[in-house]
């Protein structure tokens, strides 16, 4: 049997993923289905982590730009990442995977207090790790909160499940003209721009040689299919394995 290429690695999802076709909200079909995948990479003992976003229920720079308090918008986008977290353990647990959620926030009435040793203890026992409420702090993503979760946990990889299969020098969604890059440097990435995550986040990646792998998760097997290093999406790194794309 084959192996995964990867043991120990941070799957980080948008909340907008969470949405589906609803575009707002929680769709229990896609979560469903994001579950399902999950277990079936969980069967080959692998240790995960998961990091899920909360803009399909806010975002606290869009409440921002409306006039709001930027730490309290901030605080309410923390809070919506505890919905989506909490959504994804009871989809997990139904599918029987041991799920533990833990928030950079306290709130022991519905999740554990985010502990570094503890988080790895939960996942050398097998159970899937759901890290919410972002890193406690405002002015801080969720992407910076999957670069320092994934640096404090040591995770080979950070697995970014997107809507797109990879990464684009435009937006294909608008422009069907759009280049795909199999590979990118973080150098690459930040230099163009191509918003795969934000600054803090990418020199978190690039400081701890985490490299991420940036993919299509409406295609399903697509989780399984990045933990076992096949080549979907665009691998992001210190250093390409192929050839440079121009």
Partial sequence: MVAPKYRRMV???S???LAGSLGYGIDPDVVNTIAR????????????AVVVGGGNIWRGIAGSAKGMDRATADYMGM???VMNSLALQDALQKHGVDTRTQTAIEMRTVAEPYIR?????????????IFAGGTGNPYFSTDTTAALR?????????????RVDGVYDSDPLKNPDAKKFNELTYIDMLNRGLGVMDATAASLC???????IVFDLNKEGNIKRA?????????????LNGKRNN
């Fill in 15 to 17: 909340g907008e993923a």
């Fill in 37 to 48: 995948q999950i277990r079936d990479v969980m069967e080959f003992r692998v240790y995960l």
């Fill in 117 to 129: 040793r503890r988080a790895i203890r939960h996942m050398e026992k097998g159970r899937v790790v």
């Fill in 227 to 239: 933990v076992f290093g096949e080549k979907i999406g665009t691998y992001i790194g210190g250093e």
């Fill in 206 to 212: 690039m400081d701890n040689k985490i490299p991420l």
């Fill in 79 to 81: 809070l919506a990442t």
């Fill in 11 to 13: 799957l980080k999802l």
């Fill in 150 to 162: 994934a640096a404090e946990i040591e995770a080979q990889v950070i697995l970014m499940a997107k």
